[in-house]
């Protein structure tokens, strides 16, 4: 099982680069824990980064 934070999910989510190819490949096929408010957190990351315009909806 390993233990994540937004800082792992988010990049793994929408990072087409290699950060997020690392982040995916590490993680598949894995159990994931993370604390109570993590759904939140990657939320406020992906919101943050797309009212910056570093990410689109594409």
Do not use: W, Y
Not at 5 to 17: E, F, K, T
Not at 35 to 58: C, K
């Amino acid at each position: 099982m390993l233990v994540v934070d937004a800082s792992v999910l988010a990049p793994a989510v929408v990072d087409r680069g290699p950060d997020g190819l690392r982040f995916r490949q590490r993680l598949r096929g894995e159990a994931i824990a993370g604390p109570d408010l993590l759904r939140i957190e990657v939320m406020s990351v992906l919101r943050r980064q797309a009212s910056s315009g570093r990410i689109t909806s594409d």
